[in-house]
């Protein structure tokens, strides 16, 4: 089992930044990517951003250019640097894991999530 908790929302004004984190613990192994995901009210969850073993980034297009997916493979931690923030960007954040247990099946986890408002 891993765990993942997340940290770093909070309330910003629009044009401000908020760096998210991201810390995994637990039975970790195989990472192959680690992700954010946010979700509004009312709507489904969307991937933000995700990293991959090997580096490789994605970016949603709504966030490209003013968000930056980062990792610190030493410590099992994920972040995300949110600049110029809009109020849609509002939304609930989740970090989300995948790692590979053995030949192609793989494990998902979410964390719990945090809570990231931008005002007008």
């Known amino acids: 089992q891993v765990h993942l908790v997340e940290s770093g929302g909070g309330l910003v004004q629009a044009g401000g930044s908020l760096r998210l984190s991201c810390a995994a613990s637990g039975s970790i192994f195989s990472i192959k990517a680690m992700e954010w995901y946010r979700q509004a009210l009312g709507n489904e969850r969307e991937l933000v951003a995700g990293i991959r073993s090997t580096g490789t980034t994605n970016y949603a297009d709504s966030v490209k250019g003013r968000f930056t997916i980062s990792r610190d493979n030493t410590k099992n931690m994920v972040y995300l640097q949110m600049n110029s923030l809009k109020p849609e960007d509002t939304a609930v954040y989740y970090c989300?894991?995948?790692?590979?247990?053995?030949?192609?099946?793989?494990?998902?986890?979410w964390g719990q999530g945090t809570q990231v408002t931008v005002s007008s």
């Open positions: 989300h894991l995948v790692q590979g247990v053995v030949g192609s099946i793989t494990q998902e986890f």
